[in-house]
């Protein structure tokens, strides 16, 4: 859809980056297509409380996956990663909080590291620096807890980190940081094949390898298999625009004949907006867990 509006190739929008999943290893003709990959330990249900393993673990584990999707797929950036290692963290799983990982104090309680768990907490994360290149941490700031004061998912934000210790002052450090501990790391050239960054062969994607990815309408979502009987949407709605912010003086004010257009980039469009058919009804779109499957489709009024 992006590529419609835009145009394909260099210089005709941006990149579009995609979250990882298993089975996406190439897209040969995608114009400008990215992965954005999650990295994590903490959702492995290990109930793990000694974070020294994690710093070998994210060299041998984490580096063959960037290099591996870099060389095959195109453009690939870690867009979470965190030093949890395992699920502490207040709230960090469900609202009641409930873990998997016994004794979770030892970790939510940061301010009782000894020097040894502060120690392999930054291995940790100077490893995943180094095998993951090109990344964000989940996430720069943990607010502290209504009950404590004080952050009580410790692992999990970046400045807290980085005021005591567990975090590298600067992140360059961590560049050789597996190799200077013995472990080897594959290495990508940084060249990609033309169509990955804009050029020959972009938008030349076969409709045999988008159907590998499935069906659209998809022929099951959920589980529910009667797909087909779900409720549906009609594109006879108005299309929302994003006109340009203004702002009263003297916060800040547009330079003379600055036109920030309407929001939508192609004025020839004339599709309609998505919306309900009118004479048929829809479950709550933000607590359906329950709602039942209709036994025939509304076609509406």
Request: one cysteine or more; proline letters at 9%.
């Amino acid at each position: 859809m992006i590529r419609n509006i835009t145009g394909v190739g260099e210089g005709h929008g941006p990149y579009i980056s995609v979250q990882s999943v298993p089975g996406l290893t190439t897209f040969t003709g995608a114009d400008r297509i990215s992965v954005d990959i999650h990295p994590y330990f903490a959702f492995d249900g290990s109930g793990a409380l000694d974070a020294a393993p994690y710093g070998a673990t994210a060299c041998t584990s984490f580096n063959p996956t960037v290099v591996g999707s870099s060389s095959t797929f195109g453009v690939t950036t870690a867009g979470e990663w965190s030093v949890g290692f395992n699920d502490c963290g207040l709230m960090f799983l469900s609202a009641d909080d409930r873990h998997s990982t016994p004794n979770c104090s030892m970790w939510d309680e940061w301010e009782q590291y000894t020097p040894r768990m502060r120690a392999d907490l930054l291995n940790f994360a100077m490893s995943s620096m180094d095998a993951l290149h090109h990344w964000f941490f989940w996430t720069w700031k943990v607010g502290p807890s209504n009950t404590t004061s004080s952050p009580r998912a410790p692992l999990w934000s970046y400045k807290l980190g980085l005021d005591n210790g567990w975090i590298p002052t600067n992140p360059r450090e961590a560049n050789g940081h597996c190799s200077r501990a013995g472990i080897a790391q594959q290495t990508f050239d940084g060249t990609y094949l033309p169509y990955q960054t804009g050029g020959p062969g972009a938008g030349t994607v076969s409709a045999a390898v988008v159907a590998s990815y499935g069906a659209w309408p998809p022929t099951s979502i959920g589980g529910v298999a009667q797909v087909s009987l779900l409720p549906t949407y009609t594109p006879t709605g108005p299309v929302p625009t994003l006109p340009t912010q203004t702002y009263a003086s003297p916060t800040y004010t547009l330079p003379p004949g600055f036109d920030g257009g309407d929001g939508w980039f192609n004025d020839q469009d004339s599709a309609g907006g998505m919306t309900t058919v009118a004479g048929c009804t829809y479950p709550n779109a933000w607590d359906a867990i329950a709602a039942a499957v209709p036994t025939a489709l509304c076609t509406g009024t």
